[in-house]
Nanobody
Framework: QAQLAESGGGSVQRGDSLTLSCAAP????????MGWFRQAPGKEREGIAC????????YYADSVQGRFTIYQDKAKNTLFLQIDSLKPEDTATYYC?????????????????????RGQGTQVTVSS
């Protein structure tokens, strides 16, 4: 059963921006590494970014540097992913993940799909 709830996906045009949201219960956001990964049709899951709920440092996969911004609103227990200058190759289902027993860092981005909690995903479709 998903503990995280993503929203904000949709069908957009190349060059548009989207902000995805991930609502989480307080017992998770109190102390966790949270992040985003995606899966495109026929492709492997790809870690995008992560950040600790108790710190300000953010970590991004090399493949998404520059267009993706991860941030959080602690008061609302919500994690966000802003995606700018969307491209058709960004078309995928985007998932939020959280783990209360991991520390965030560049080395855990690829492990986001294996995190303790994950949502059901939100679809992003980018047309050219």
């Amino acid at each position: 059963q998903a503990q995280l709830a993503e929203s904000g996906g949709g069908s957009v045009q190349r060059g548009d921006s989207l902000t995805l949201s991930c609502a989480a219960p307080g017992y998770i956001t109190r102390r966790a590494c949270m992040g985003w990964f995606r899966q495109a049709p026929g492709k492997e899951r790809e870690g995008i970014a992560c950040m600790s709920t108790t710190a300000v440092w953010t970590y991004y996969a090399d493949s998404v540097q520059g267009r993706f911004t991860i941030y959080q609103d602690k008061a609302k227990n919500t994690l966000f992913l802003q995606i700018d200058s969307l491209k058709p190759e960004d078309t995928a289902t985007y998932y939020c993940a959280a783990d209360t027993s991991r520390s965030c860092g560049y080395d855990v981005i690829a492990r986001l799909p294996d995190f303790e909690y994950r949502g059901q995903g939100t679809q992003v479709t980018v047309s050219s």
